[in-house]
């Protein structure tokens, strides 16, 4: 993500709270390309972040799909997507992954047996994900969800993005919540050395 330092840049995020993901993932993007925080403004806008986009009131924003298609269609540019495993790696050292599944620590032991279903069943669906046909895919999705979109669309999106989002097992990625927590501490939620992901990962629900 390459960065002009002479240019104070506008991006807008989609969440009024200074320090959320979002944040946090821009403020350490920034820092790996050596660029000043200081000379980038946050937009604090709503859902519709594409439409500040298209019209020119940010020069860029955090955004999804479809938003991302529709913005790169139209001739927008593309600086960096967290969506594509080749790019992540280039500019993060691999995937940035900030979600799981958690448990209550007084309910760890007697839930085990479950979580280990729960860590199975999420396996048989990643591989589900990965390999049966997009048309297949979109048939399961509520009808509700679907309500005017670009079918076509979906399915481009889908093809593109399966298995670079979709891991194939179901594991704890160390190097990757690394990367978060480093991208916590660059945006001031944490202090470094706060949180020990030794004693917060816990892999015995996944065999390890």
Sequence with gaps: MPVDLDTALRVAADDPIAGNADHAL???LLQHEGADPKKVNFAILGTNIM???RLGQVDAAMVQEPALSLIVGAGGGD??????LQQAT?????AYEFMGVAVRTEE???RMAEMKKLAEALRKGLADTRTISPDEIIAALPKALLAGSDLAQLKEIIVRYRTSLYPESVTIDIQSAERVLKA???ANIIKPGQVDLGKLLDTAALGG
């Design 51 to 53: 439409e500040s986009v």
């Design 184 to 186: 916590q501490e660059v």
């Design 90 to 94: 280039r500019m993060l050292g691999g």
């Design 108 to 110: 760890r032991d007697r």
């Design 26 to 28: 821009m403020l350490y």
């Design 79 to 84: 600086l960096f997507n967290a969506m594509d």
